[in-house]
């Protein structure tokens, strides 16, 4: 993106994605998707989860900030993420299938303190597909995802 971000209009910022914007802001290189981990790709996808999940809790209304945490940490901990996993699987391209498997399959050097190794292993997984996502500008696709996974998710329960 060779126009700075100050020399832009607001219909040009608005027609970009928050990623690419962030990018033309503090003038980063692109690099090239292939070459991150998927713990890195996981470490930026906890993240965005986490960001769309607080963004709806907030967006229902205003509510006590404890109410909200333990709302947001019932839907972003490694169980609810194997559940939004199964949810979803049947809707991922190969190669969405590809980046989950390689967050999947990373061995981490931590765990989580309340998930089994298999629930850990595949929310990670969902974090690595959603920062590929994200890393790749396809917001869109990310809240098609989540917004499929939750609504299967809240018919279960």
Not at 46 to 51: G, R
Request: zero cysteines; hydrophobic letters at 40%; charged letters at 25%.
């Amino acid at each position: 993106m060779e126009e700075s971000v100050n020399s832009m209009n607001e219909s040009a910022i608005a027609e970009i994605s928050f990623a690419t914007y962030l990018r033309s802001a503090f003038q980063l290189e692109e690099v090239d998707i292939k070459t991150y981990s998927p713990l890195t790709l996981a470490y930026i996808g906890d993240s965005i989860y986490d960001v769309i999940i607080r963004t709806l809790l907030v967006e229902k209304g205003n509510a006590p900030v404890q109410k909200l945490h333990k709302r947001a940490s019932s839907l972003v901990k490694a169980s609810a993420q194997v559940a939004m996993f199964h949810a979803i699987k049947d809707e991922l391209t190969e190669q969405e299938m590809g980046y989950y498997k390689r967050g999947r399959n990373a061995k981490s050097f931590t765990s989580a303190k309340n998930a089994t190794i298999t629930d850990y292993r595949t929310a990670t997984g969902i974090e690595a597909l959603v920062g590929y996502l994200y890393l790749t500008d396809q917001m869109p696709r990310i809240i098609g995802l989540m917004k499929l996974g939750l609504s299967l998710m809240e018919e279960v329960k």
